[in-house]
T-cell receptor, first 116, second 110 residues
């Protein structure tokens, strides 16, 4: 079945620094990738949608300059949290979808970001 | 507006006590209803996709069913390892993004 690998699983960074999260589709080409944020005891909140080779589309209220998304290849998308602050601490999850829906909506294992 | 509502928010069962989780949806032109299981600190794990009213799918102790307005996830004789949050989601009418329900947190006590 479709597999999406997300790294790192957890990361701790100092306030003001940047951190990059990678999301890779291992056995299919991900034409579309989605990035979510999840707060404790809440459901997934979509941050942005990216199509390979195009600029990401951000949801209302999501700062595109803070959350940089790159989807330069059909198997890799990255989310960079720039100038991180404690309020950016959260659980970030990626999801990938292939051409004509191949792979369904397959999710990565998530990244726990803690900004200290 | 596309909307997905799950109930109950939380459910506690004794091992072996069967029950059902509900997912009500409002979307123009359903293009699939997805069920996921999410364990704490993990990403959602795919369970089922249903596409048309009357469709049913089974996997071990889980069975998902679909009507024109809602989907049920039936859990038969659950075990403690079935404890998790169960999420349902539908693709929005416009585009491919998923709209998620708030989830049902299931706890199965031994």
């Amino acid at each position: 079945g479709a597999v999406v690998s997300q790294h790192p699983s957890w990361v701790i960074c100092k306030s003001g620094t940047s951190v990059k999260i990678e999301c890779r589709s291992l056995d299919f080409q991900a034409t579309t990738m989605f990035w979510y944020r999840q707060f404790p005891k809440q459901s997934l909140m979509l941050m942005a949608t990216s199509n390979e080779g195009s600029k990401a589309t951000y949801e209302q209220g999501v700062e595109k300059d803070k959350f940089l998304i790159n989807h330069a290849s059909l198997t890799l998308s990255t989310l960079t949290v720039t100038s991180a602050h404690p309020e950016d601490s959260s659980f970030y999850i990626c999801s990938a979808r292939g051409y004509r829906g191949l792979g369904g909506y397959t999710f990565g294992s998530g990244t726990r970001l803690t900004v200290v | 507006e596309d909307q997905v509502t799950q109930s109950p928010e939380a459910l506690r069962l004794q091992e072996g006590e069967s029950s059902s989780l509900n997912c009500s949806y409002t979307v123009s032109g359903l293009r699939g209803l997805f069920w996921y299981r999410q364990d704490p600190g993990k990403g959602p794990e795919f369970l089922f996709t249903l596409y048309s009213a009357g469709e049913e799918k089974e996997k071990e102790r889980l069975k998902a069913t679909l009507t024109k307005k809602e989907s049920f996830l039936h859990i038969t004789a659950p075990k403690p390892e079935d404890s998790a949050t169960y999420l349902c989601a539908v693709p929005m009418a416009s585009g491919s993004r998923l709209t998620f329900g708030e989830g049902t947190q299931l706890t199965v006590n031994p």
